[in-house]
């Protein structure tokens, strides 16, 4: 059964920066693609990154440029580095194994595939 486990959360103040980790266990990652989730109070959960098999990276617009995500495939360890955080990156993080399928406009929509972790607070201060 595979398990995610995520940590490295913190408060932090504005500006400042946080690396958050996804310990995968029961699976290899070498072959998957992974996102990084996250979930604001009374928002839905949202991708900001995502990471694919070969390499590619993807991140949402109000993280391009901040946020790397990651893969150590020996530690099978997600990570998503977290740089000149704002108070909008508050929320709880959570990664995933992602399936990539093409949408009808050429895009590509991932779907998240295994059960979620319990993921890791991040609180950044004014």
């Known amino acids: 059964q595979v398990q995610l486990k995520e940590s490295g959360g913190g408060l932090v103040q504005a500006g400042g920066s946080l690396r958050v980790s996804c310990v995968v266990s029961?699976?290899?990652?070498?072959?998957?693609?992974f996102g990084w989730y996250r979930q604001a109070p009374g928002k839905q959960r949202e991708l900001v990154a995502v990471?694919?098999?070969?390499?590619?990276?993807n991140y949402t617009d109000s993280v391009k440029g901040r946020f790397a995500i990651s893969v150590d495939n020996a530690k099978k360890t997600v990570y998503l580095q977290m740089n000149s955080l704002k108070p909008g990156d508050t929320a709880v993080y959570y990664c995933?194994?992602?399936?990539?399928?093409?949408?009808?406009?050429?895009?590509?929509?991932?779907?998240?595939?295994?059960?979620w972790g319990p993921g890791t607070q991040v609180t950044v201060s004014a």
């Open positions: 990471k694919s098999s070969g390499g590619y990276t």
């Open positions: 029961g699976s290899t990652v070498s072959t998957y693609s």
């Open positions: 995933n194994k992602v399936w990539e399928s093409p949408t009808e406009d050429g895009g590509t929509y991932y779907r998240p595939v295994w059960s």
